[in-house]
């Protein structure tokens, strides 16, 4: 199964909502709409960042949104509201305790743990565990093995 189905989902959305800032002439609800959305993806995926970092800074320049209060307090409104799956998560870990899963939710510690992803390696884009793990060649030579025996030896019937 696909693991990153939300995070592309949250990707293209976000991406989206950019195009849609790009051709409207009132950015709130665009910028709104972005906003939230960058907040859900941040908690969805930490690389989120690489795409929300750039993509804020542009809209806040380009609407000039820091003398702009009421724009800014709605859009950082909505970017507060999408980060707010992170608040539920001590609250079910309270109500419904089970071992495993996100780890230790009920202290401060242990959520902090989670949001900053330290299992997976903070800010990382991998854990560094690389031991035993194929190389780039290799991994190239496999995708292109399977690109022409299984992918186009085998067209999609429609």
């Given at each position: 199964?696909?693991?990153?189905?939300?995070?592309?989902?949250?990707?293209?959305?976000?991406?989206?909502?950019?195009?849609?800032?790009?051709?409207?002439?009132?950015?709130?609800?665009?910028?709104?709409?972005?906003?939230?959305?960058?907040?859900?993806?941040?908690?969805?995926?930490?690389?989120?960042?690489?795409l929300?970092?750039?993509?804020?800074?542009?809209?806040?320049?380009?609407?000039?949104?820091?003398?702009?209060?009421?724009?800014?307090?709605?859009?950082?409104?909505?970017?507060?509201?999408?980060?707010?799956?992170?608040?539920?998560?001590?609250?079910?870990?309270?109500?419904?305790?089970?071992?495993?899963?996100?780890?230790?939710?009920?202290?401060?510690?242990?959520?902090?743990?989670?949001?900053?992803?330290?299992?997976?390696?903070?800010?990382q884009?991998?854990?560094?565990?690389?031991?035993?793990?194929?190389?780039?060649l290799?991994?190239?030579?496999?995708?292109?093995?399977?690109?022409?025996?299984?992918?186009?030896?085998?067209?999609?019937?429609?």
């Open positions: 199964a696909e693991v990153f189905a939300l995070h592309n989902l949250f990707v293209a959305s976000i991406v989206y909502a950019l195009t849609q800032f790009c051709v409207r002439p009132d950015p709130v609800p665009t910028s709104a709409a972005g906003a939230l959305l960058c907040g859900l993806a941040l908690t969805n995926q930490h690389t989120s960042v690489l929300v970092l750039p993509i804020s800074v542009w809209v806040v320049f380009k609407t000039s949104m820091v003398f702009k209060p009421k724009l800014l307090m709605k859009t950082t409104i909505s970017f507060i509201a999408g980060l707010s799956p992170y608040t539920v998560l001590p609250l079910f870990a309270l109500k419904y305790p089970h071992a495993g899963s996100w780890g230790n939710m009920t202290t401060f510690s242990g959520f902090f743990h989670h949001l900053l992803r330290r299992d997976y390696g903070t800010l884009l991998y854990s560094g565990k690389n031991v035993g793990s194929e190389g780039v290799e991994r190239t030579l496999r995708w292109m093995n399977d690109l022409l025996n299984e992918q186009l030896c085998h067209p999609l019937s429609g």
